[in-house]
């Protein structure tokens, strides 16, 4: 789950990160009230689930409460685009309005869950406000890396190195350890996936700010963090996702035409992979779980028939948990419910397989049956191109 960057250093100041001040409005007036607060000189900064704002117009400098306000008359409202959003863009429904700190230094700092290590990583650059991917490609070398092992913590030595090899003086070694470490905390206590401080700003009083903030965090573990589910905000998801998530299916919409029905994700994957190999473009990932049941694929049908941009359906099932003949019943019912229009190829494999093809046979509807994924993934695009 993400959240938006006033909510992100709200949760960082509670737990000792030093962040600027400031406050979220959804006005202009408000926006007006706020830069007269804090003196005039603000940073105004279009909150939106999205990086790259500043490039599309989403932060600008103000020197006055009435520029500031004259700033959020355009800024709220619009339609935010950046690599990040998409050609569609974002619409900006509030903005945070901070103080302007004067800028000394700034660098790169971000905590992230390494799957390949199985460890939580840190990460710190001396090249702060830049895209991180593109200076890892370019000059890695300025990556700086700390692996965290799980049952010790981030050590005070470990934020040592860092802050010695982000080449700080000596004289903030000990500051920049307590800042590296509050983040930590945060980062467990909270239990995120990431968070990422990008600038990490070092100002003329030699005081160290998060200028910026991104946080997200573990959906499996909400449960324990009731505070901060109630800071999702659904304007900014996808609403076939939340859809979906109504009914325990875990789904992503994607740009292609063949949607994809799965059970597992590595099958899921799988199954994008080679619809890609056989030159098609998956329209989703859908995972519908190891048990679910035939009302859960009636669900599932018809979050995929959702999107206009589906031409073609490949369920690819293989029946463990989750028994083909199950499958199979709830693909018919859903199919006759619905009053399908588009083509369905199915590829079941597993316990009750035999049984699940005749209940597909004996349908009397017209599916198309795949021998094996690679046969299921050539019928199923080769029907989407024709529509």
Not at 172 to 195: G, P, W
Not at 196 to 208: A, G, K, M, R, S
Not at 235 to 253: G, T, W
Not at 332 to 361: H, W
């Amino acid at each position: 789950m993400k959240i938006h960057e006033y909510q992100a250093k709200f949760l960082l100041s509670q737990h000792g990160v030093s962040v600027p001040r400031g406050r979220v409005a959804e006005t202009k007036e408000q926006v007006f009230e706020i830069a007269s607060e804090l003196g005039g000189s603000v940073v105004i900064k279009a909150q939106i689930h999205a990086g790259g704002r500043g490039k599309g117009g989403g932060i600008q400098l103000s020197r006055s409460p009435e520029e500031a306000m004259e700033i959020a008359n355009s800024m709220l409202g619009m339609n935010l685009i950046t690599h990040q959003t998409g050609p569609e863009g974002q619409i900006v429904k509030r903005v945070l309005v901070e103080e302007g700190l004067p800028i000394e230094q700034e660098f790169y700092l971000s905590i992230v869950i390494d799957r390949n290590s199985a460890q939580v990583v840190v990460i710190a650059s001396k090249e702060g406000g830049v895209e991180i991917e593109k200076l890892a490609q370019e000059r890695p070398e300025l990556i700086l890396k700390e692996y965290i092992e799980p049952s010790l913590g981030f050590c005070p030595f470990q934020a040592r190195k860092l802050a010695f090899a982000l080449g700080l003086p000596t004289e903030l070694v000990d500051q920049a350890t307590r800042f590296f470490t509050s983040l930590y905390k945060a980062f467990e206590s909270t239990d995120a996936s990431l968070i990422e401080i990008n600038p990490l700003l070092l100002n003329d009083d030699n005081q160290f700010y998060a200028l910026d903030a991104k946080v997200t965090f573990d959906d499996n573990a909400l449960y324990r963090h009731p505070e901060i589910k109630k800071l999702r905000d659904t304007d900014e998801e996808e609403p076939l996702e939340i859809e979906a998530s109504k009914y325990k299916l875990n789904y992503i919409k994607l740009d292609g035409n063949v949607g994809c029905m799965v059970n597992g994700a590595g099958l899921a994957m799988a199954t994008m992979d080679i619809i890609k190999l056989t030159g098609g473009s998956p329209a989703n990932f859908l995972d519908v779980g190891g048990g679910a049941t035939a009302e859960q694929v009636k669900n599932a049908f018809s979050i995929i028939l959702a999107d206009s941009n589906v031409k073609a359906v490949l369920i690819n099932i293989f029946g463990g948990i989750m028994r083909c003949d199950i499958v199979a019943k709830g693909v018919v019912e859903a199919a006759k419910s619905m009053r399908l229009q588009i083509p369905i190829v199915i590829r079941l494999e597993g316990t009750n397989v035999e049984q699940g093809k005749q209940i597909l046979k004996s349908s009397g509807m017209s599916l198309t049956v795949g021998n094996g994924m690679k046969d299921a993934a050539e019928k199923v695009v080769r029907l989407a191109s024709e529509q």
